[in-house]
């Protein structure tokens, strides 16, 4: 007994002993920044903390030896924060309450990567954080464009030189949710996807995941884009307006009763119907390849605008209210004379908006309720006409409609500073349809009709614990989808280690459903850049869409130098032949197949107190299988990129800041076709390599009222080199016999030529 009451003792002792040991710091008037980054290599801890709450702080301390504790009680006292100890190592920091009653236990995700290529982008262990109001430029970008910049990290890539198109680690774009407060996104897009539709001037945290997805997110088999405009309430009223070269743009933030409700608005709205700048015309220029829409004026329009609006409400401390609601508008109205009194009239509208409410309610320090309820509505309407004179036409319409309808009720449970569990309940509903119609003042003929809905019932959990130097994240989600009497069982695991101060290692599995896709339409029209329309899955034509994947890599960071490294395999069932643009030769059916994707990720980054430099590096191998294509064997998905390369470097002078970036990525893989327009080969050839180099540039300045201006310029394409980017194949419907033996033409898409941007903002 004296033994085992002795060992006791001598562990205590030798636990006091390390919590007493000591460091000299002496600090006259530093930035808290600095101070604590000292602290973690002193001590060999580390702190997790909003970059907004001590980035303005400054603390002085006198020269002598302080422990842990005691350094820690110095920020406290000085800075008006709380640091809060997570377990062993890890602290976090946070606002001080207001009633000085700072007893709770938070958990935070550890941020890894403070500035990821640039300000304003960190890296967690589980994603990627983007502030888009912080973001330094980037190489080609203006504004801060959301999508695009998510295209200057490693793994995600827009072969087709769109803001919406990503592929990333080989999904197609409509694998990817897109989530606006809770809102689905269905059309992120203006412009055909060469703009964003979320406005970046927004204050919002984009939470961008490619692996080790927390299982509340499902719906999709790859990238999970969480946008979450701010709940704060603004003290004062906040206006932020600018201008580019497509549209202009205005946010406004005000306080409508002290700390308690506020108010934020957002607007933006094109001009390219009134005035079609250099920028417009580069656009249009690729975007309306092969079709026949020439030339764009006053009379023919191309328009856009997007519009959000939240309310905050904060009635305590323990209750957060928000109500968001988002309008996402495209217009085009396109009229040519084709003959001697033959007018023919395309008009397109495309509608995304909803809104969602949260709720969230701390009903102790430990315990917290999330509440989410959102509606969301996306309608594609398109008519082509041909009138020949009053009593003659001809006319082709497509509608496409989804509505996306639920509610979650997420629960957050602190078990103790190593532990922390998430769970809940989450119901979705989905309507889908649409309908292809052909008609003239005769007759009506319906080429394609479908209406599908189901209601899923989600049940999921997520447990985080720390073992010292070890993370270790499991969790579970299971789906049951009520209408198609299927489920989906999908287990998740994160599991990382820190060796040291400058490595840490990582590994990750989980598997991901999905029962809404694209599909390329089986009817023709003249708009062929908007040929895919939304489907839902009936477990039969259409099956769900079920995928695993794997990944292991390393960070490694060392003065001003950081590396990053992730491989990864991912394998999918349910893909179909109509997803992937062709059908059988013999045959009209939709095919159903599998595919894998296995790659590495790779950046390296050095970082100076003036200048960055980084490059990215990956390869990809996608592959798809179909039994009755290609004699059954794999051949090359249209995502498969096998080399892309980015190299960019961006420096600061004073308030100038200047960025350029080189952009290589191996050519796309085409499939061929004979004379009689019947594939010979699947995905079997490839494009010429693709390169381009991006500059930009702007210059901050403030006014003696302290409102802050900002202009700045972009060049894309610097070297306007027109490359060959895709391949595409287009059914034929010259006669009967090709609605049921398929034949194809092939139709080319070259790159964008140089685009010049400008911009002007201010804040006030």
């Not at 502030?131 to 203006?142: A, D, R, Y």
């Not at 999709?220 to 009223?237: E, W």
Request: some cysteine; glycine content about 6%.
């Amino acid at each position: 007994m004296k033994k085992i009451v002795l060992l006791g003792f001598f562990l205590c002792w030798i636990s006091l002993s390390w919590s007493q040991k000591k460091e000299s710091f002496i600090y006259t008037n530093a930035q808290l920044t600095k101070v604590l980054s000292d602290i973690e290599k002193a001590f060999d801890v580390k702190y997790s903390y909003v970059d907004s709450l001590v980035a303005s702080k400054r603390i002085s301390v006198p020269k002598k030896l302080y422990t842990l504790a005691e350094i820690n009680t110095e920020i406290e006292k000085q800075s008006t924060l709380k640091v809060i100890q997570i377990n062993d190592r890890f602290y976090s920091i946070n606002q001080a309450e207001a009633n000085g009653n700072s007893e709770k236990i938070t958990h935070l995700e550890e941020v890894i990567v403070e500035e990821f290529l640039a300000k304003g982008i960190q890296k967690t262990n589980q994603l990627y954080i983007i502030s888009p109001q912080k973001v330094q430029t980037l190489p080609g970008i203006t504004d801060a464009d959301i999508l695009q910049s998510l295209q200057q990290l490693p793994g995600v890539k827009s072969p087709n030189e769109t803001a919406t198109g990503l592929y990333i680690r080989g999904g197609t774009a409509d694998q990817n949710l897109i989530l606006m407060d809770g809102i689905r996104l269905y059309h992120p897009g203006h412009l055909f996807g060469m703009i964003s539709s979320i406005n970046p001037n927004v204050e919002q945290t984009v939470n961008y995941y490619n692996k080790a997805i927390n299982p509340k997110f499902g719906e999709r088999v790859s990238g999970i884009i969480d946008i979450k405009s701010t709940d704060k309430i603004s003290d004062k009223t906040k206006i932020n307006a600018g201008i580019n070269a497509l549209n202009a743009d205005v946010y406004l933030q005000t306080p409508l009763v002290k700390n308690k409700l506020g108010l934020q608005l957002s607007g933006r709205k094109s001009y390219t119907e009134w005035l079609q700048t250099p920028t417009f015309n580069q656009l249009e220029t690729k975007v309306f390849q092969n079709t026949n829409f020439e030339d764009f004026d006053n009379n023919n329009q191309f328009k856009f605008h997007d519009y959000s609006a939240k309310l905050n409400f904060k009635p305590n401390q323990k209750t957060d209210i928000s109500l968001s609601g988002l309008v996402i508008k495209n217009d085009l109205d396109y009229q040519n004379v084709i003959e001697t009194d033959s007018i023919s009239n395309q008009k397109m509208n495309i509608e995304n908006y909803g809104f969602s409410l949260n709720w969230m309610q701390k009903y102790s320090p430990r315990f917290t309720q999330k509440t989410l309820i959102f509606y969301s509505l996306y309608s594609f309407d398109y008519l082509k006409k041909q009138d020949y004179d009053s009593d003659k036409f001809e006319a082709f319409k497509k509608l496409n409609r989804v509505v996306d309808s639920g509610a979650e009720l997420n629960f957050g449970y602190q078990i103790n500073q190593q532990s922390h569990l998430d769970f809940g309940y989450q119901i979705f509903g989905n309507d889908i349809s649409h309908l292809f119609n052909s008609f003239n003042q005769d007759i009506g003929v319906v080429l394609s009709l479908k209406q599908l809905y189901n209601v899923t019932h989600v049940g999921y959990m997520h447990f985080k614990q720390n073992f010292g130097s070890w993370n270790l994240q499991p969790g579970l989600r299971y789906s049951f989808f009520s209408q198609m009497k299927a489920s989906s069982f999908e287990p998740r695991l994160l599991l990382q280690k820190t060796i040291s101060e400058f490595f840490i290692w990582q590994a990750s599995y989980e598997r991901r459903s999905q029962i809404l896709s694209q599909v390329r339409e089986n009817a023709t029209n003249d708009l062929s850049l908007e040929n895919y329309v939304w489907v839902l899955s009936d477990n039969n034509e259409y099956p769900i869409q079920k995928a695993n994947q794997f990944t292991s890599g390393f960070t490694f960071k060392k003065h001003n130098w950081l590396l990053d490294v992730d491989a990864y395999y991912k394998n999918i069932t349910g893909i179909t032949s109509f997803t992937l643009g062709f059908l059988g030769q013999n045959d009209n059916e939709i095919q159903q197949g599998n595919g894998f994707t296995k790659g590495v990720d790779v950046l390296l980054q050095k970082s100076a107190p003036t200048w960055r430099a980084w490059l990215t590096y990956t390869y990809q191998d996608s592959q798809s299988r179909f039994s009755t294509l290609n004699e059954g064997h794999y051949f090359a998905s249209n995502a498969d990129i096998k080399h892309s390369f980015n190299l960019a470097f961006n420096k600061k002078w004073n308030r100038f800041l200047f960025t350029a970036g080189w952009f290589w990525h191996s050519g796309k893989p085409f499939s061929t076709i004979n004379d009689s327009g019947e594939i010979t080969s699947y995905n079997s050839k490839r494009l010429p390599n693709y390169h381009r180099l991006d500059i930009s540039g702007s210059y901050q300045f403030q006014s003696t009222k302290g409102h802050t201006f900002k202009i700045g310029a972009s060049l894309y394409n610097l070297y306007n080199r027109n490359a060959l980017i895709s391949k595409e194949l287009e059914r034929n419907y010259t006669n009967v016999n090709d609605f049921a033996t398929p034949r194809y033409s092939i139709q080319e898409f070259y790159s964008l030529g140089i685009m010049p941007n400008v911009f002007f903002r201010v804040n006030f």
